[in-house]
Protein backbone atom coordinates (compact mmCIF):
# COMPACT_ATOMS: atom_id res chain seq x y z
CA UNK A 1 0.00 0.00 0.00
CA UNK A 2 3.09 2.60 0.67
CA UNK A 3 4.43 1.65 -2.66
CA UNK A 4 1.19 2.55 -4.07
CA UNK A 5 0.52 5.96 -2.76
CA UNK A 6 4.66 6.68 -2.83
CA UNK A 7 3.71 6.10 -6.47
CA UNK A 8 0.77 8.34 -6.88
CA UNK A 9 2.39 10.83 -4.34
CA UNK A 10 5.45 11.38 -7.50
CA UNK A 11 2.74 11.83 -10.16
CA UNK A 12 0.90 14.24 -8.32
CA UNK A 13 4.47 16.28 -8.10
CA UNK A 14 5.30 15.28 -12.13
CA UNK A 15 2.08 16.85 -13.53
CA UNK A 16 2.63 20.59 -12.52
CA UNK A 17 6.18 20.14 -13.69
CA UNK A 18 4.85 18.17 -16.76
CA UNK A 19 2.03 21.39 -17.15
CA UNK A 20 4.84 24.00 -16.56
CA UNK A 21 6.59 22.62 -19.56
CA UNK A 22 4.29 22.65 -22.07
CA UNK A 23 3.34 26.01 -21.15
CA UNK A 24 7.01 27.12 -21.33
CA UNK A 25 7.28 25.97 -24.78
CA UNK A 26 4.11 26.90 -25.83
CA UNK A 27 5.66 30.76 -25.00
CA UNK A 28 8.62 29.85 -27.02
CA UNK A 29 6.62 28.63 -30.16
CA UNK A 30 4.85 31.89 -29.92
CA UNK A 31 8.26 34.17 -29.70
CA UNK A 32 9.00 32.10 -32.75
CA UNK A 33 6.14 33.15 -34.56
CA UNK A 34 6.75 36.64 -33.79
CA UNK A 35 10.72 36.41 -34.48
CA UNK A 36 9.72 35.48 -37.82
CA UNK A 37 6.62 37.72 -39.09
CA UNK A 38 9.23 40.52 -38.07
CA UNK A 39 12.31 39.33 -39.90
CA UNK A 40 10.23 37.33 -42.94
CA UNK A 41 7.19 39.76 -44.17
CA UNK A 42 5.61 37.00 -46.19
CA UNK A 43 5.30 34.54 -43.00
CA UNK A 44 1.42 34.40 -41.56
CA UNK A 45 -0.32 31.55 -39.44
CA UNK A 46 -3.32 30.43 -41.35
CA UNK A 47 -6.83 30.34 -39.87
CA UNK A 48 -8.46 26.88 -40.15
CA UNK A 49 -10.32 27.77 -43.28
CA UNK A 50 -7.09 28.46 -45.14
CA UNK A 51 -5.32 25.44 -43.93
CA UNK A 52 -7.98 23.29 -45.23
CA UNK A 53 -7.22 24.94 -49.01
CA UNK A 54 -3.80 24.34 -49.04
CA UNK A 55 -4.11 21.17 -47.13
CA UNK A 56 -6.41 20.42 -50.49
CA UNK A 57 -4.71 21.75 -52.95
CA UNK A 58 -1.63 19.61 -51.87
CA UNK A 59 -3.24 16.26 -51.43
CA UNK A 60 -2.90 16.29 -47.57
CA UNK A 61 -5.49 14.71 -45.26
CA UNK A 62 -6.35 17.51 -42.98
CA UNK A 63 -7.70 15.12 -40.16
CA UNK A 64 -4.45 13.39 -39.72
CA UNK A 65 -2.13 16.34 -40.09
CA UNK A 66 -3.67 19.05 -39.16
CA UNK A 67 -1.50 19.78 -36.73
CA UNK A 68 1.67 19.27 -38.42
CA UNK A 69 2.49 22.86 -39.91
CA UNK A 70 2.69 26.19 -37.78
CA UNK A 71 2.25 28.64 -40.63
CA UNK A 72 3.10 29.54 -43.90
CA UNK A 73 5.96 31.41 -45.93
CA UNK A 74 4.08 32.69 -49.52
CA UNK A 75 5.64 32.58 -52.58
CA UNK A 76 2.76 34.93 -54.25
CA UNK A 77 1.47 38.51 -52.44
CA UNK A 78 -1.69 37.31 -50.67
CA UNK A 79 -3.29 34.03 -50.01
CA UNK A 80 -6.11 35.10 -52.65
CA UNK A 81 -3.12 34.08 -55.10
CA UNK A 82 -2.78 31.01 -54.00
CA UNK A 83 -3.12 28.23 -56.96
CA UNK A 84 -0.78 25.45 -56.18
CA UNK A 85 1.79 24.35 -54.21
CA UNK A 86 4.71 26.23 -55.95
CA UNK A 87 2.54 29.46 -54.31
CA UNK A 88 3.90 28.59 -50.58
CA UNK A 89 5.88 26.81 -48.46
CA UNK A 90 4.35 24.67 -45.38
CA UNK A 91 6.42 26.16 -41.90
CA UNK A 92 7.10 23.87 -39.06
CA UNK A 93 8.36 25.70 -36.43
CA UNK A 94 10.88 24.41 -33.95
CA UNK A 95 12.41 27.36 -30.92
CA UNK A 96 15.53 27.47 -29.11
CA UNK A 97 16.91 30.17 -26.13
CA UNK A 98 19.57 27.62 -25.90
CA UNK A 99 22.27 30.07 -24.99
CA UNK A 100 25.18 26.97 -26.30
CA UNK A 101 23.58 27.34 -30.09
CA UNK A 102 25.60 30.45 -31.31
CA UNK A 103 24.79 29.23 -35.11
CA UNK A 104 21.43 27.77 -36.81
CA UNK A 105 20.84 25.26 -37.11
CA UNK A 106 24.02 23.34 -35.15
CA UNK A 107 23.47 22.55 -31.84
CA UNK A 108 19.63 22.45 -31.55
CA UNK A 109 17.54 19.87 -29.81
CA UNK A 110 14.28 19.45 -30.60
CA UNK A 111 11.07 17.05 -31.15
CA UNK A 112 9.46 16.27 -34.30
CA UNK A 113 5.99 14.16 -34.16
CA UNK A 114 6.16 10.94 -36.52
CA UNK A 115 3.31 13.16 -38.47
CA UNK A 116 5.46 16.15 -38.85
CA UNK A 117 8.38 14.08 -39.57
CA UNK A 118 6.12 12.46 -42.38
CA UNK A 119 4.77 15.22 -44.21
CA UNK A 120 8.73 16.64 -44.46
CA UNK A 121 9.53 13.66 -45.85
CA UNK A 122 6.87 13.30 -48.70
CA UNK A 123 6.14 16.73 -49.66
CA UNK A 124 8.23 19.06 -51.41
CA UNK A 125 7.11 22.40 -50.07
CA UNK A 126 6.85 21.52 -46.40
CA UNK A 127 10.14 23.49 -44.78
CA UNK A 128 11.17 22.62 -40.78
CA UNK A 129 12.36 26.44 -39.51
CA UNK A 130 14.42 26.41 -36.78
CA UNK A 131 13.76 29.86 -34.52
CA UNK A 132 16.52 31.19 -32.12
CA UNK A 133 14.52 33.67 -30.10
CA UNK A 134 17.40 35.30 -28.65
CA UNK A 135 19.28 35.57 -31.58
CA UNK A 136 16.13 36.98 -33.30
CA UNK A 137 17.70 34.64 -36.23
CA UNK A 138 16.13 31.05 -38.40
CA UNK A 139 17.26 28.79 -40.59
CA UNK A 140 15.19 26.67 -42.71
CA UNK A 141 15.65 22.90 -43.65
CA UNK A 142 14.87 20.87 -46.48
CA UNK A 143 14.89 17.06 -45.66
CA UNK A 144 17.98 15.73 -47.11
CA UNK A 145 19.81 18.79 -45.03
CA UNK A 146 17.24 17.44 -41.82
CA UNK A 147 18.91 14.20 -42.51
CA UNK A 148 22.68 15.16 -42.58
CA UNK A 149 22.10 17.61 -39.64
CA UNK A 150 20.58 14.68 -37.00
CA UNK A 151 23.62 13.54 -34.78
CA UNK A 152 21.09 11.46 -32.91
CA UNK A 153 17.64 10.40 -32.66
CA UNK A 154 15.13 8.68 -30.73
CA UNK A 155 11.33 7.76 -31.33
CA UNK A 156 9.22 8.75 -27.92
CA UNK A 157 5.76 6.79 -27.77
CA UNK A 158 2.89 9.06 -26.26
CA UNK A 159 0.12 6.85 -24.38
CA UNK A 160 -3.26 7.67 -23.85
CA UNK A 161 -5.33 5.55 -21.53
CA UNK A 162 -8.75 5.43 -22.25
CA UNK A 163 -11.53 6.36 -19.95
CA UNK A 164 -12.75 3.78 -17.23
CA UNK A 165 -16.57 3.18 -18.62
Given at each position: MTNFIL????????????RKQNLSNLKTEKEGIRVLKSLLPS????????????????????RKY???IDGVLLNVSSMCEVKSTD???F???????????TELPFGV????????????KSI??????????LLDD?????????????????VQYQINFKKKK
Open positions: SHLRLIEFRPLSFFVPNKQEKIFLYQISNIDYSRSDFLIEIKTTRSKSVFFGLTKNEEDLFINYRLCIVHVYYLIKFDEYKNLIRSKR
